[in-house]
């Protein structure tokens, strides 16, 4: 992993900084700018930033589909780099080591 992660690795410690900060009435930032007082952070979804993930097989994904022949992986390794902002907040954007490609990954298990 290069310095050219610098803005992803900003941006993971932001969203954390925001949705797990808690002050000591037990209001975090995010609740005071949507003016919510429930529990909105869902903790499992926080991941250390550059931790190992393993990516089901596309083929497997698909509903119905075939899937890979039978001695094939069934999982790539990636890299954790944040959460997807256009996506669900367990939505991860995981680097494939192999392209240097960023993308979102939604059958994800991380270790």
Avoid: E
Avoid at 6 to 17: C, Q, S, V
Avoid at 18 to 42: A, C, E
Avoid at 62 to 88: E, F, M, T
């Amino acid at each position: 992993i290069t310095t050219i992660f610098w803005t992803l690795a900003l941006l993971a410690a932001t969203d954390k900084l925001n949705h797990l900060h808690i002050d000591t009435d037990g209001v975090t930032p995010g609740m005071k700018f949507f003016q919510t007082h429930g529990q909105t952070t869902r903790l499992k979804n926080f991941h250390t930033f550059c931790c190992p993930v393993y990516i089901l097989d596309h083929r497997l994904q698909l509903a119905g589909g075939a899937g890979p022949p039978k001695w094939d992986p069934r999982a790539r390794l990636g890299i954790y780099v944040g959460h997807s902002p256009s996506h669900a907040g367990s939505v991860a954007l995981v680097l494939n080591p192999k392209t240097g490609h960023v993308s979102p990954q939604f059958h994800v298990i991380f270790r």
